[in-house]
């Protein structure tokens, strides 16, 4: 076996810190086993000082300093925070809400994407960058910008909607195409021409959820040109090493489309942050770690930034217990990670994130969480092994996408404040609690190796994507389709003819009315189970019916479907049951054929990585007492030989490189 | 009996759909005997494409169409949506908020009432239809714009100001009287002229609520004038027919004071939505029907929107249940509409509104919805006789007053945020609940005919109105002031002397201190009612105490007192009661001498209409049992003989052509 | 003894009265026993009428009444309200909010404090009436504007960018100083100049903490130098009687930083309104007449503005109970408060504060409220011996301070929305419940007095204050430090190297990590007390462990601690305890040895004052119930002897010339 590294580190912002502290985070990077730290992130002020005036000197020698110790530097392009010399200078490149009033300098992402005074400033600094760095030997991976969106999701300015007429051009053609689109007759909005469309600015009353929806693809587009922008520069500007950024993907995250954001990316890596008041934030960690292996299945992706310990952005940033920040970061690298970086090396006394915690603390390394720290460091290097290697192949996923999220959330709904991606994380709980390990996955992968293909909460979906979906269960899988799918088309337009217009087909349903729930009000089923929030009039044209609606106005009507399709079968479950779920999911599971993945023990989070015949499991404990799992091969985080089972202490992770035999 | 009908039909939008759609359109209204379609309210941006660039002929086309079918037209001039080339030349026409920022385009009621560019070609517009369509056989009625106010209620641009000054300028005639009426010494904020004067933008504090107020009271009439300045270019180019417009009603409504457009109005005409989180609103529905029939008790009026299922504008827009369509169309009816119109004819796809229901459902004709609809123009034609007919005259009124709502609502109050209207609607249902219909109306209405008068939350009265109810209880009446009546003047300035000022001499009673009462909190009263919210410290100076407050503050104080007037007698209740009226109704009642005006029945809704000598009993079932009425005559919905009573099927409705010594 | 008196009366605005009106208000002032009005807050547009010219005989007029019926005038500068003919002028002097939006005429404090014109305006004001009625002998004391800051206290307009640069150079003369106290390396957001700095106008993400907190000190010196300007003027005019303005002090009150104000005031002045949902609203008075004291300690104080019932910004604004006025006037004076003044002396009927309170309320003077306020006025007239007199000096505080608590409210903190004033008011209420009488001051206070010193939720705190309180304890004293103290320095930069930084060696404790608590989540300690929101992870390094975290992440380390600290102590509570302060609240007063000051009875507040020897004893019975009290002397307010101990009624209030013997 080749050496191999996982990643560990942080991003590192040298220019907030004096000399003395640099050699004190090197020494103490060194003692933690640091490999990597992301560098220049926020630098842009301290490299460009005036307008193209550079100070190179202290940068040169940070980036010396860690060369030198052996740290590999992921090299940012400082966008993510235009400095205030630049504002000043230019203001008209700071976003405009939707109002249309223009915010001030002193943020963090002050930039509109389509303004050609931003490009102008930002890739001339992406250059010089990639020109002065782009070979140097300690410069393992370049980070465009940071957190594309977060601040900047949307722009209303006339640049932008210059922009945007140009993007619905080149999607629509004609503007006779665009309005039947979006419907424009409604309202008698009708367009003449492209000039007459702007950016979505606030009316009087709503606005079309065609147009929102339209301006929310062109904003992540925006987005995306603006990330190829810098790494086309880059490229240019001589850099070879790897070049990605970190996508914002949690189970609620929206801010631009990742899926299209892939091909650009060598590497996917992503940011993760829990909710503190999330009481099962593991599962919900689980999902987006499942989410970010399924943008792209061929090879491990990367956290690039979680945190130690708090964030400051929440309501109440509850500190991670002890043992969590370990188990989070295994966590992630079992689901295909090749590392666990964090956000921040060390904490800011100062700014906005004051109180994000860092791998230093502010109390210094006199803490319980350096200690954890540096035992994480000794973890990932014991555990360095299963770099490279890829999750076993699941033949579950659940399918997830963002821009039906973005149709959901745009314009006036039945259900409005509705989370639409609960059912998803409900699924994927369910799965893994069998001992399967779902991929998440969006609606254009590859779905051909799945046996149980789940599209809960799809609202909005293209007849391609249906269609693909569809035959995936005609060639042999088993397809749940959840209330909220298919029932709008790409332009956020309600498929006709009964709901849900895209799978109805497939479903052998015909749904005459939604039917939302009040706050509060419950709906039984015939099987015991109970729906809250959502519901639907439906008949079961081709199909079985599996459970019906007991009482109120949909009394006997179906509720769960299933539809023998080909080889394989579509259900449809036409209620939010959310908690509910149980025994529908057995019965799924047993339809499809499929069976555990990994050793069912409770509290046991477990998953399988292998590369060339090798096999690890990993283990993840996060009850509150010790559990016992059937495993034969080597544990590598205490180093011990396991001969048929091996005790996970409460909290505790292991990694198991399997006897040959014992995988699957 | 001359050949009568019920309208029946909605708003039709052809300008969504194909010609294919429009031929299954038209079969399926005849299906449906629809008689009435609304048609052309957001077609303006189909009409006149381009600035003075018109296109008739699809639109004549339609009109030819239905007119064939025998299908009448209920003409819009299309000013609730101008066009996006009118915005794009004109953005100047958008409303600007109160922070003094535009909006944009892409929504409703993008217009500024006071604005003469608006003028001009919102009154061209309505003159070329008025040339085209005016003397059509099939327009049989015109609708000028659409829900005036609903989203344009305020603007706050510079012709507003200037608009505003002038409608001071013709109010107060002279700035003194101004300051004088507003009180203006207060923070010193005396004008000097009106050209001080301008519209209530935010400042950094509160507001006067007597400018506030007046600003309400221009706004309506700035509506109204819009409204004017359309029905009189109508009439100028030739319009024969009946022009209305749709004025929206509803217990918290409050866009317009409704009562000055009833002398424009050639038929009232209203919409109705219920909330779908309302337990009982089609009790909400019967006080808005009684208050539609009040505005102009000399004729039939109109409901020209309801919806067919779900709206798309609330929280959560649960379906209407099976049968309530049917019944709050025949509610609507038996109040003294001469129909049941809907918005919409066929539920649209796309636009803010793509989730509001439609007679012809997303999902087609095969739904239970159709069927009902179906069902619906069958009834409706079965009834068609009490077409023309009114509402036996009650004997008991509920009096409302939107101007006394704006007054509550704006500024700073003892009680924030409480509903005012809430306590009418609490006393039309407990008096209909005793088989009473009470109607709904203004202070400013004929008064005489009514035998008991309720005056719940007439917050704002001027001395002319307090002198009329004055007058009813003289002339023997018995009137009911509930709290939050006659505390401020028609200038929303309190009447000082003692509360509640306007009526303290009618009532006998002196007022030393309002007292609302915290979040949660309870006051007994010595008869075992129970206050929340509302209190007042008060004396019975010429009146009899009919309850006291008992423990707290007001200990032993009078809470409901009755003063002998004349020959009738004026209650005043200075405690919101809300859900504890019970005895204190039946006293009234009493005192009055009023009898059921119809069959008392739990359950069970009835209101009787009749012309000349003839009466019909209309009966809807609003409970989950049948129930059985004491009735003679024949029943039209089912078509059978009524010998002494009827069963009315849970959910039902029926309507008794009544043997003449049946009634009354 | 010499003749004194306690001031009584209030805001009187004449210029909303006709002159009939005037004459019946002399004539009820007299009745009331008033000493003293307010006059011209709100006159300016009545003196100067428009743009220098000036109405000033009406003003003589009134000022002649009062002055012949001896009543004392607190003459007002009118800058509390510009008239409107000056912002027809000059708009530009109306303050901008944060997103750079100006507000518009009609309010209150409609002007920036930074602005040229403003300045302009306002002195000329200021001097033309210091010129006509400096030496006026019924003038006896000067009210300089009203309550600054009410509404202006920030602007963001280019004037006020402008003024906050000059400031800024002024503070951190170098603008590399700058960026090093604020961290801007932090976003890499670092000022090249003085001129990149603009006011923190809002950006598309959060802004700087410290910049924040910079502004919010900015701003409080804007508002103190529009103060002294105006205060200048009137010396510079010839006023020789003492000039003060009415500060907003309540426990959650911080609009400036009135510690600064204090030097420029001849009397300290404060209004003060409870909120009417706080059941122990009179445990809040009694904290903030303590802090008004605690301001200057030098001499009585003054109430300027309360309220004699209800007040018109609350959401429910419920009246004060029978009594309650009363009790409050007497607690302000036991507090050492010179008077009990209001706001105002008539109820207006018109404007924002339509449903303020007056003296003379709406309903007039056949009322229980206006009964009360003339035995009021007879009270304090009984009791006028005390003026002048201090309150008997204590050897408690609390310490408070208003930049900590905006350290605390600007940026994203680890618990937000958090009420950091909570805990002094705890412990406030607490001392006090063992008839201690605490002080409230800021740490700047000379401290050397007190032997128990309750340092909490002082998040902010500067080195100097630091050095102080720990000088304190060297001394002798008791410190208590609370939660959430000494965690960030002045610039609201964390002070790292373990929590709380500023107290970490006074207290011999290393806190590691703050550990905020979720919503409803309760942490156990080992005595029985029950943390919620606040906890912290801490080590105690040299102090020793008084109570522990009993279960969860924290269970077993140190909650309470104490460390001996020369002849003091110094105590860390490091979880917000609340209510559940009991146990501890007697520990570190029996650590302290202090002893009660006053009588203790439950339900009775007991506050004594003192002058040459004299002492006086005020008890306000603030329960249901009567209690009796042993005391020795002259009941002042119902003229009785008092031998061994004196009977207060529920509800009422006594003051006791203490025979010599009796006092302490």
Same mark, same amino acid.
């Given at each position: 076996?080749?050496?191999?590294?996982?990643?560990?580190?942080?991003?590192?912002?040298?220019?907030?810190w004096? /000399?003395?502290?640099?050699?004190?985070?090197i020494?103490?990077?060194?003692?933690a086993?640091?490999?990597t730290?992301?560098?220049?992130?926020?630098a842009?002020?301290?490299?460009?000082?005036?307008?193209?005036?550079?100070?190179?000197?202290?940068?040169?020698?940070?980036?010396?300093m860690?060369?030198?110790?052996?740290? @590999?530097?992921?090299l940012?392009t400082?966008?993510?925070?235009?400095?205030? #010399?630049?504002?000043?200078?230019?203001?008209? $490149?700071?976003? !405009?809400?939707?109002?249309?009033?223009?915010?001030?300098?002193?943020?963090?992402?002050?930039?509109?994407?389509?303004?050609?005074?931003?490009?102008?400033?930002s890739?001339?600094?992406?250059?010089?960058? @990639?020109?002065?760095?782009?070979?140097?030997?300690?410069?393992?991976?370049?980070?465009?910008?940071?957190?594309?969106?977060?601040?900047?999701?949307?722009?209303?300015?006339? /640049?932008?909607?210059?922009?945007?007429?140009?993007?619905?051009?080149?999607?629509?053609?004609? $503007?006779?195409?665009l309005?039947?689109?979006?419907?424009?007759?409604?309202?008698?909005?009708?367009?003449?021409?492209?000039?007459?469309?702007?950016?979505?600015?606030?009316?009087?009353? %709503?606005?079309?959820?065609?147009?929102?929806?339209?301006?929310?693809?062109?904003?992540?587009?925006?987005? =995306?040109?603006?990330?190829?922008?810098e790494?086309?520069?880059?490229?240019?500007?001589?850099?070879?090493?790897?070049?990605?950024?970190?996508?914002m =993907?949690?189970?609620?995250?929206?801010?631009?489309?990742?899926?299209?954001?892939?091909?650009?990316?060598?590497? *996917?890596a992503?940011?993760h942050?829990?909710?503190?008041?999330?009481?099962?934030?593991?599962? +919900?960690?689980?999902?987006?770690?499942?989410?970010?292996?399924?943008?792209?299945?061929?090879?491990?992706?990367?956290?690039?930034?979680?945190?130690?310990s708090?964030?400051n952005?929440?309501?109440?940033?509850?500190?991670?217990?002890p043992?969590?920040?370990?188990?989070?970061?295994?966590?992630? $690298?079992?689901?295909?990670?090749?590392?666990?970086?964090?956000?921040?090396?060390?904490?800011?006394?100062s %700014?906005?994130?004051?109180?994000?915690?860092?791998?230093?603390?502010?109390?210094?390394?006199?803490?319980?969480q350096w200690?954890?720290?540096?035992?994480?460091?000794? $973890?990932?290097?014991?555990i360095?092994?299963?770099?490279?290697?890829?999750?076993?192949?699941?033949?579950?996923?659940?399918?997830?996408?963002?821009?039906?999220?973005?149709?959901? +959330? +745009?314009?006036?709904?039945?259900?409005?404040?509705?989370?639409?991606?609960?059912?998803?994380?409900?699924?994927? +709980?369910?799965?893994?609690?069998?001992?399967?390990?779902p991929?998440?996955?969006?609606?254009?992968a590859?779905?051909?190796?799945?046996?149980?293909? *789940?599209v809960?909460?799809?609202?909005?979906?293209?007849d391609?994507?249906a269609?693909?979906?569809?035959?995936?269960?005609? &060639?042999?899988?088993?397809?749940?389709? @959840?209330?909220?799918?298919?029932?709008?088309?790409?332009?956020n337009?309600?498929?006709?003819?009964?709901?849900?217009?895209?799978?109805?087909t =497939?479903?052998g349903?015909?749904?005459?009315?939604?039917?939302?729930?009040l706050?509060?009000?419950?709906?039984?089923?015939?099987?015991?189970?109970? &729906?809250?929030? #959502?519901?639907?009039?439906?008949r079961?044209?081709?199909?079985?019916?599996?459970?019906?609606?007991?009482?109120?106005?949909?009394d006997?009507?179906p509720a *769960?479907t299933?539809?023998?399709?080909?080889?394989?079968?579509?259900?449809?479950?036409?209620?939010?049951?959310?908690?509910g779920?149980?025994?529908?999911?057995?019965?799924?599971?047993?339809?499809? @054929? !499929?069976?555990?993945?990994?050793? *069912?023990?409770?509290?046991?989070?477990?998953?399988r990585?292998?590369?060339?015949?090798?096999?690890?499991?990993? =283990?993840v404990?996060?009850?509150?007492?010790?559990?016992?799992?059937?495993?034969?091969?080597? /544990?590598?985080?205490?180093?011990?030989?396991?001969?048929?089972?091996?005790?996970?202490? &409460? %909290?505790? !992770?292991?990694v198991?490189? /399997?006897?040959?035999?014992?995988?699957?």
């Amino acid at each position: 076996m080749t050496a191999r590294r996982l990643l560990f580190g942080g991003d590192y912002n040298p220019e907030q810190w004096d /000399e003395d502290t640099w050699r004190e985070d090197i020494r103490l990077m060194q003692e933690a086993r640091v490999t990597t730290v992301t560098l220049g992130v926020f630098a842009w002020g301290f490299l460009e000082v005036d307008d193209d005036v550079w100070e190179w000197d202290w940068f040169d020698h940070v980036i010396g300093m860690l060369s030198h110790a052996g740290i @590999g530097i992921a090299l940012a392009t400082p966008t993510a925070a235009p400095p205030t #010399w630049l504002h000043r200078r230019h203001p008209e $490149i700071i976003p !405009v809400d939707r109002q249309g009033v223009r915010f001030h300098q002193g943020g963090r992402l002050g930039w509109c994407a389509s303004h050609p005074v931003w490009h102008g400033y930002s890739t001339r600094v992406a250059r010089r960058l @990639g020109e002065r760095y782009g070979r140097h030997p300690a410069v393992e991976m370049w980070h465009v910008g940071n957190e594309f969106g977060g601040g900047n999701r949307h722009c209303y300015c006339e /640049e932008s909607s210059t922009a945007f007429r140009a993007w619905l051009r080149a999607r629509y053609g004609t $503007i006779d195409a665009l309005n039947r689109a979006w419907g424009t007759a409604v309202w008698g909005l009708r367009y003449r021409d492209f000039d007459d469309v702007i950016a979505p600015l606030a009316s009087e009353s %709503g606005q079309s959820p065609s147009l929102l929806l339209a301006f929310d693809r062109f904003s992540s587009d925006a987005l =995306l040109a603006q990330y190829r922008r810098e790494r086309g520069t880059l490229r240019d500007a001589g850099v070879r090493t790897p070049i990605t950024t970190n996508l914002m =993907l949690t189970v609620g995250g929206s801010v631009a489309d990742y899926v299209d954001w892939v091909p650009e990316l060598d590497v *996917v890596a992503i940011d993760h942050y829990t909710q503190a008041a999330d009481p099962h934030r593991e599962r +919900e960690l689980a999902f987006v770690a499942s989410r970010a292996r399924g943008l792209d299945r061929s090879k491990p992706w990367l956290l690039m930034e979680h945190a130690p310990s708090a964030v400051n952005w929440q309501s109440r940033n509850r500190p991670k217990e002890p043992g969590e920040m370990t188990r989070h970061s295994i966590q992630h $690298i079992a689901h295909g990670s090749d590392g666990a970086l964090f956000f921040q090396w060390r904490a800011s006394p100062s %700014g906005v994130e004051q109180y994000h915690s860092g791998l230093v603390p502010h109390a210094g390394t006199r803490t319980r969480q350096w200690g954890e720290v540096v035992a994480l460091g000794g $973890i990932l290097e014991r555990i360095s092994e299963t770099a490279g290697s890829l999750v076993t192949p699941s033949a579950v996923a659940v399918v997830a996408d963002i821009p039906a999220k973005w149709a959901w +959330e +745009e314009g006036q709904k039945p259900l409005n404040g509705y989370p639409l991606e609960r059912a998803g994380r409900r699924w994927h +709980e369910a799965l893994a609690a069998r001992g399967l390990v779902p991929d998440v996955v969006s609606p254009t992968a590859d779905l051909s190796g799945y046996r149980l293909l *789940v599209v809960p909460g799809m609202y909005a979906v293209d007849d391609d994507a249906a269609d693909r979906i569809a035959g995936a269960a005609a &060639a042999g899988a088993t397809i749940v389709v @959840g209330h909220l799918s298919g029932i709008v088309d790409a332009e956020n337009r309600v498929r006709t003819g009964g709901y849900p217009g895209a799978f109805r087909t =497939l479903l052998g349903v015909f749904g005459e009315e939604l039917h939302p729930l009040l706050d509060g009000e419950r709906m039984a089923l015939a099987s015991g189970a109970v &729906a809250a929030d #959502w519901a639907e009039r439906l008949r079961a044209v081709d199909a079985d019916v599996i459970d019906t609606y007991r009482g109120g106005p949909l009394d006997g009507l179906p509720a *769960v479907t299933r539809r023998r399709v080909g080889a394989g079968s579509a259900w449809y479950i036409s209620a939010d049951l959310d908690a509910g779920l149980g025994d529908l999911v057995d019965a799924v599971v047993a339809d499809a @054929g !499929v069976r555990a993945d990994v050793p *069912v023990v409770p509290g046991v989070e477990a998953v399988r990585r292998e590369r060339d015949g090798a096999t690890w499991l990993f =283990l993840v404990n996060h009850g509150g007492t010790d559990a016992t799992v059937d495993a034969t091969g080597v /544990e590598l985080v205490h180093g011990q030989e396991v001969r048929t089972s091996l005790t996970v202490a &409460a %909290g505790g !992770v292991a990694v198991i490189r /399997e006897t040959a035999a014992a995988a699957r």
